[in-house]
């Protein structure tokens, strides 16, 4: 059993940053890939960003180039830098490995 627990969300104003993190209370060493996703009210989830344990990633259109997913198997955690955040960035953010979901961490993004 894996337990996920996200943090580092906020408020931001446009053009700023967050680092999210997510800590797993089990290895994810052999969790091939973990990704993050968001919900925006009003919209289904949807995947942000993924990474496999060996270093490839994949990220949705609407964040490449502002978003870096990277994972650390020694500390067991996943992170999600957010640079140049835009409004349409607000959502609640997931971790997910496998069938394992966190709580989710709160991202709003406005002046």
């Known amino acids: 059993q894996v337990q996920l627990v996200e943090s580092g969300g906020g408020l931001v104003q446009p053009g700023g940053s967050l680092r999210l993190s997510c800590a797993a209370s089990?290895?994810?060493?052999?969790?091939?890939?973990m990704g993050w996703y968001r919900q925006a009210p009003g919209k289904q989830r949807e995947l942000v960003a993924a990474?496999?344990?060996?270093?490839?990633?994949n990220y949705a259109d609407s964040v490449k180039g502002r978003f870096t997913i990277s994972r650390d198997n020694a500390k067991n955690t996943v992170y999600l830098q957010m640079n140049s955040l835009k409004p349409e960035d607000t959502a609640v953010y997931y971790c997910?490995?496998?069938?394992?979901w966190g709580q989710g961490t709160q991202v709003i993004v406005s002046s």
């Open positions: 089990g290895s994810i060493f052999s969790i091939y890939v």
């Open positions: 990474i496999t344990n060996g270093g490839s990633t």
């Open positions: 997910n490995g496998l069938k394992f």
